[in-house]
């Protein structure tokens, strides 16, 4: 039997973060009632004419960066004609043949190996309306405009993946960068990062690529692995049944467990691509390149590489709390604070905190896109964290001392004083309470003697226990030691 | 017309990609007209351009930019009061069917 290795590219369409719509002023905003975000420019009202928003060209002048693209000093607008309900103009304003960014790549590991994506380009272009079927009258489509006009960026990739695996990798990747850079909120499930996926496949060693389907509107990260893995089994049955592969767009039913087949839309593919005459070329100087450049946030690649150096995280832990631009703000906070209060190093401090935050913090989180809502403060965290470097309390009573404060949002200094949580630290009170211990437990103090040292650990919980908690552990041990040696 | 730069059956397509119907006379009317256009159009080729950088825009000038300031949308009620038909918000239109999932 023939082995075959498939081959993938990936269109990902990203809404851009601007609070406008690309070529006229209307709001952005999700949720509006249908029609309230439209004007004669996005309903393409005769006369109207289109002015790019200056904001959204440079969200995706960032993005090309972020991507190692050479940006285009004159980049053309084009019109793609097709003729379809949410498209009031009877076509689209992309980029074909000058887009603004081309030639980038997005390294991504798969299974400890890196491996270089190759990006062909990164255009604008305005989203189409959304079509709502069968929701009013059961035999008409409503179209609701709010959306229609929305600024994207479309980014092609090379057909450089080998797997779904690697899709998946390069998906989460890129939709990483882009939240990192404030271009795109991430939202799959709102669909403003949307991804397409070219598949095909070749038998091993063959140079030339087999014919390839589209599919078309994967909305989920498990998705688009389930569908280009079911693609990829689809295809190979073909061919090893005789068959061949046809070119179409198919798209991803997750009630049926496959891809389908969308039936007539095989002349859809002749846009017959012109330069709007409503647009001259939009132009970008290398001057305004370099002050974007400069205007970058860090990437979370970086950010992770500079946190493990830096503050001695771990990978794992760099990636958990990287996993979100306000995680890892939060994070960069409470750390900063921290070591201003404690005077710790770097790298002792970023451990506490990170530990803390993802052991503690971080269930507590709530994100919706770029949005996220945490229990408390950043400086509240290197606040509790204070107090436990500083003795007050131990590890144990933080956890306590910080339930309290997500349930009261009151500060840790507050609920220690109140709850009388501070430790023991006065060894006269704790060598009292030792003595008594030692005192109701001759048994186990037998045992000590007789070697069987590991019961220290015993009393310790004793003592603990009477003093709810509260005692400082390293003290107890040492009155312990102290007190068991004399007896 | 055996020697047309365009063919009947370019005509018809690009037809039917604009939703145009045309009769036969009409189409054969549409292959001359076009077919001059583009004899019209090979004059060009004459000249050496190669020195020439490609023309972006008919005016040169580059795109005026807007900032990214929300403006005052259309009044809904007035827009929708202009399309054939709306319903609950929506303009209505025959329904689209999309691929059953």
Redesign the interface.
């Known amino acids: 039997m023939t082995a075959y290795e498939p081959v993938i590219g990936l269109e990902v369409h990203a809404q851009m973060r601007?609070?406008?719509k690309l070529f006229?002023?209307?709001?952005t905003e999700y949720g509006a009632?249908?029609?309230?975000?439209?004007?004669?420019v996005c309903?393409a009202l005769p006369g109207a004419l289109p002015?790019?928003?200056?904001?959204?060209?440079e969200l995706a002048v960032q993005a090309g960066l972020a991507l190692e693209c050479e940006v285009a000093s004159?980049s053309?607008?084009a019109r793609k004609?097709y003729?379809?309900?949410d498209l009031p103009k009877g076509y689209q304003i992309s980029q074909f043949e000058?887009p603004l960014n081309r030639k980038g790549h997005l390294d991504i590991e798969v299974d400890g190996a890196t491996k270089r994506v190759g990006i062909t380009r990164i255009h604008v272009e305005e989203d189409a309306a959304k079509?709502?079927?069968?929701?009013?009258?059961?035999?008409?489509?409503?179209?609701?405009?709010n959306r229609g006009g929305t600024p994207l960026i479309e980014i092609v990739s090379e057909p450089d993946l080998r797997s779904a695996d690697e899709a998946e990798a390069y998906l989460r990747k890129l939709r990483d960068v882009l939240m990192f850079i404030g271009v795109n909120d991430g939202n799959l499930e709102e669909g403003s990062f949307r991804c397409d996926a070219n598949v095909s496949i070749r038998p091993v060693g063959q140079e030339e690529f087999g014919t390839r389907a589209e599919l078309k509107n994967i909305n989920s990260f498990r998705f688009v692995k389930k569908a280009i893995e079911h693609e990829i089994a689809r295809q190979e049955g073909v061919l090893q049944s005789g068959g061949t592969v046809v070119q179409e767009t198919r798209?991803w039913?997750?009630?049926q467990g496959k891809t389908?087949s969308?039936?007539g839309k095989e002349?859809a593919h002749?846009y017959?691509y012109f330069?709007d005459?409503d647009?001259?070329?939009?132009?970008v100087t290398e001057d305004r390149v370099e002050e974007l450049r400069a205007a970058l946030p860090e990437l979370p690649e970086a950010k992770r590489r500079r946190w493990r150096t830096e503050l001695g995280l771990t990978e794992y832990d760099a990636g958990v709390l990287s996993a979100h631009p306000e995680v890892a703000k939060y994070f960069e906070e409470a750390t900063t604070l921290f070591i201003e209060q404690s005077a710790k190093k770097p790298k002792e401090a970023g451990k506490k905190v990170g530990n803390f935050v993802q052991a503690e913090v971080l269930r507590h989180v709530v994100t919706d896109g770029l949005e996220a809502l945490f229990p408390v403060a950043p400086g509240a965290i290197a606040e509790l964290l204070g107090c436990v470097e500083d003795g007050t309390i131990n590890g144990k009573i933080a956890k306590k001392v910080f339930a309290s404060m997500v349930e009261t949002g009151r500060a840790p200094k507050a609920i220690i004083d109140e709850q009388g949580l501070a430790q023991v630290t006065d060894t006269g009170a704790i060598e009292e309470e030792v003595r008594r211990i030692l005192d109701a437990s001759p048994s186990q103090v037998a045992q000590y003697k007789d070697g069987k040292t590991n019961i220290i650990g015993y009393f310790v919980g004793q003592v603990m226990k009477a003093t709810k908690g509260a005692a400082n552990p390293k003290a107890v041990n040492e009155i312990l030691r102290r007190l068991l040696d004399e007896q | 017309m055996p020697d047309a730069k365009i063919t009947l059956e370019q005509v018809l397509h690009v037809a039917m990609l604009a939703r145009l119907t045309l009769s036969d006379d009409e189409a054969r009317e549409m292959q001359a007209q076009l077919d001059a256009i583009l004899g019209y159009m090979e004059g060009l080729d004459e000249l050496d351009v190669s020195d020439v950088p490609p023309t972006l825009h008919s005016i040169p000038m580059d795109a005026p930019m807007r900032s990214d300031v929300p403006e005052r949308c259309s009044d809904r009620s007035e827009t929708l009061a202009q399309a054939p038909e709306s319903e609950a918000g929506g303009y209505a239109v025959p329904l689209v069917l999309e691929v059953d999932s």
């Open positions: 601007s609070r406008t006229c002023g209307c709001p009632p249908p029609n309230e975000h439209t004007c004669p309903l002015v790019p928003n200056k904001k959204a060209i004159h053309v607008f004609n003729f379809y309900p000058l079509n709502i079927h069968g929701a009013g009258s059961s035999a008409v489509t409503l179209v609701d405009f798209t039913s997750e009630g389908i969308m039936r002349e002749d017959r330069p005459p647009l001259p070329p939009v132009v």
